[in-house]
């Protein structure tokens, strides 16, 4: 039996549109070294994807929506479709490349093929390249994003050994075997399939109200409002852009104040948004909060980027959040970072994280047309429940390489919620901070302006916390 996507794996499918790709990946950029070779690069990923099973399967549909969608082989999978190749004009700037990413976010991936695409981007200045990734997030969460190294990336300059590779694709099932399996997994439930009208009528009613009850709580939780620039209706182009600076810096600022790096990287985003806020002359007050939506991956490292043991990726979603009011009315950055650590610490001591499965107000029962009623209805929610999006992944503390070639910088991509103007992504890696801001074209044109804020709010927190 093909594996059936989780509830939540699936949401992500029902809630991608027009305008809300739903693909996470990543911006990486290469010091390129003598007789690096793209057909090689092509070859090595070919080479490598038995580390990642699922990059050769596709999503299958089930007939009348009677169960889930599934996991299957493609039978015709092309890899060159999936490793593109492209070039920056000279001079090859970083304002080139992330023109480059922003327009490349905004296309969506084919569901008709597996659910990825790789872009090699060579002519940037001083001979490096990057290299672009697109993956749905119906397929990896932000900690398992990082699997993408099982494919580009290792330890070395010295390309290690893969295991010999003999994948040959299953045969794919069938409509009407996609059907009786779905029929033979609802008949192992509780209820009888012979109950799926009156259960789904249940279950509507219990999605709609749900989804209001979750809203409800979340609006009123906080005083807080909407800040209307980081909330708006959002198109098809996006804008991306990017920060980095030193891990180092954020961990003097934790060691001086307490708290965890986490804590530091919100308080950085606080002052960002604040300078941000102020270049456009939004009104800010001693009560002006921005509402952060921040995930927090809940796997066992056993079970989280890779298996040590056999080298094998892990897939899939296991994912809470918290909701935290970041204080950008608040002119004092020690001031700001104290009262996000207290924030953070509340919710770790209360335990009330919001789940996934609440977030999104998913009924496990519920036929897919209803789960995917829910994540819609919830999406359209978002707006009023939080204002940012900010997600912070620990990457690799050493340099990492591919084909010989060292890997310089790791941005993140984050896909936009519905009614979101940006969703900043953080990722560690090396040494460095690597700030990605993924943002809708027409309603945030200043991201570079945000993303130059990043360095600039981490400085004076940490000119304040250590002085000297």
């Given at each position: 039996?093909?594996?059936?996507?989780?509830?939540?794996?699936?949401?992500?499918?029902?809630?991608?549109?027009r305008?809300?790709?739903?693909?996470?990946?990543?911006?990486?950029?290469f010091?390129?070294?003598?007789?690096?070779?793209?057909?090689?690069?092509?070859?090595?990923?070919?080479?490598?994807?038995?580390?990642?099973p699922?990059?050769?399967?596709?999503?299958?549909?089930?007939?009348?929506h009677?169960?889930?969608?599934?996991?299957?082989?493609?039978?015709?999978?092309?890899?060159?479709?999936h490793?593109?190749?492209?070039?920056?004009?000279g001079?090859?700037?970083?304002?080139?490349?992330?023109?480059?990413?922003?327009?490349?976010?905004?296309?969506?991936?084919?569901?008709s093929?597996?659910?990825?695409?790789?872009?090699?981007?060579?002519?940037?200045?001083?001979?490096?390249?990057?290299?672009?990734?697109?993956?749905?997030?119906?397929?990896?969460?932000?900690?398992?994003?990082?699997?993408v190294?099982?494919?580009?990336?290792?330890?070395?300059?010295?390309?290690?050994?893969?295991?010999p590779?003999?994948?040959?694709?299953a045969?794919?099932?069938?409509?009407l075997d996609?059907?009786?399996d779905?029929?033979?997994?609802?008949?192992?439930r509780?209820?009888?399939?012979?109950?799926?009208?009156?259960?789904?009528?249940?279950?509507?009613?219990?999605?709609?109200?749900?989804?209001?009850?979750?809203v409800?709580?979340?609006?009123?939780?906080?005083?807080?409002?909407?800040?209307?620039?980081?909330?708006?209706?959002?198109?098809?182009?996006r804008r991306?852009?990017m920060?980095?600076?030193?891990?180092?810096?954020?961990?003097?600022?934790r060691?001086?104040?307490?708290?965890?790096?986490?804590?530091?990287?919100?308080?950085?985003?606080?002052?960002?948004?604040?300078?941000?806020?102020?270049?456009?002359?939004?009104?800010l007050?001693d009560?002006?909060?921005?509402?952060?939506?921040?995930p927090?991956s809940?796997r066992?490292?056993?079970?989280?980027?890779?298996?040590?043991r056999?080298?094998?990726?892990?897939?899939?979603?296991s994912?809470?959040?918290?909701?935290?009011e970041?204080?950008?009315?608040?002119?004092?950055?020690?001031?700001?970072?104290a009262?996000?650590?207290?924030?953070?610490?509340?919710?770790?001591?209360?335990?009330?994280?919001?789940g996934?499965?609440t977030?999104?107000r998913?009924?496990?029962?519920?036929?897919?047309?209803?789960h995917?009623?829910?994540?819609?209805?919830?999406?359209?929610?978002?707006s009023?429940?939080?204002?940012?999006l900010?997600?912070?992944?620990?990457g690799?503390?050493?340099?990492?390489?591919?084909?010989?070639?060292?890997?310089l910088?790791m941005?993140?991509?984050?896909?936009?919620?519905g009614?979101q103007?940006?969703?900043?992504?953080?990722?560690?890696?090396?040494?460095?901070?690597?700030?990605?801001?993924?943002?809708d074209?027409?309603?945030?044109?200043?991201?570079?302006v945000?993303?130059?804020?990043?360095?600039?709010?981490?400085?004076?927190?940490?000119a304040?916390?250590?002085p000297?």
């Open positions: 039996m093909p594996d059936r996507l989780s509830p939540l794996d699936a949401s992500f499918l029902f809630a991608e549109d305008t809300r790709p739903m693909h996470i990946g990543g911006v990486m950029t010091a390129a070294p003598d007789g690096f070779d793209f057909d090689g690069f092509v070859a090595l990923i070919g080479q490598r994807l038995g580390l990642v699922r990059w050769r399967q596709k999503v299958r549909e089930v007939p009348v009677l169960g889930l969608p599934v996991w299957v082989d493609d039978a015709d999978f092309d890899l060159e479709y490793v593109r190749r492209s070039a920056l004009p001079p090859g700037t970083e304002e080139q490349l992330r023109a480059l990413v922003g327009r490349l976010l905004g296309r969506r991936l084919d569901r093929r597996p659910l990825w695409e790789i872009y090699l981007v060579e002519g940037l200045a001083d001979g490096r390249f990057a290299v672009v990734t697109k993956t749905h997030h119906a397929m990896v969460d932000g900690l398992a994003s990082m699997d190294g099982a494919l580009l990336l290792d330890p070395t300059p010295e390309i290690r050994e893969t295991p590779d003999d994948w040959r694709p045969a794919e099932p069938s409509s996609l059907a009786a779905a029929v033979r997994e609802a008949m192992r509780p209820r009888s399939v012979l109950d799926v009208a009156a259960r789904a009528r249940a279950d509507v009613r219990e999605v709609m109200a749900g989804v209001e009850r979750t409800e709580t979340l609006v009123s939780a906080t005083s807080a409002r909407p800040v209307h620039p980081l909330n708006a209706v959002t198109g098809e182009q991306f852009g920060s980095r600076s030193t891990l180092a810096d954020h961990r003097a600022v060691a001086a104040c307490g708290g965890t790096v986490n804590d530091v990287v919100l308080a950085v985003v606080t002052g960002a948004l604040r300078r941000w806020m102020m270049t456009r002359g939004e009104p007050t009560g002006t909060a921005v509402r952060a939506l921040v927090v809940v066992t490292r056993r079970n989280g980027a890779a298996d040590s056999n080298g094998t990726a892990a897939v899939g979603n994912i809470s959040a918290y909701f935290v970041l204080p950008v009315g608040e002119g004092d950055p020690l001031r700001r970072l009262a996000v650590s207290a924030a953070m610490d509340e919710h770790k001591a209360s335990g009330r994280a919001v996934a499965s977030l999104i998913l009924a496990g029962l519920a036929p897919p047309t209803l995917s009623l829910g994540v819609r209805l919830a999406s359209q929610f978002s009023h429940a939080y204002n940012v900010v997600t912070n992944v620990p690799p503390p050493r340099p990492l390489y591919a084909m010989g070639a060292r890997m910088d941005y993140p991509v984050v896909p936009l919620a009614g103007a940006v969703s900043i992504g953080i990722t560690s890696y090396d040494g460095g901070m690597h700030y990605g801001l993924n943002a074209r027409d309603a945030l044109p200043d991201v570079d945000l993303a130059e804020a990043m360095p600039e709010a981490l400085a004076e927190l940490k304040a916390a250590v000297g």
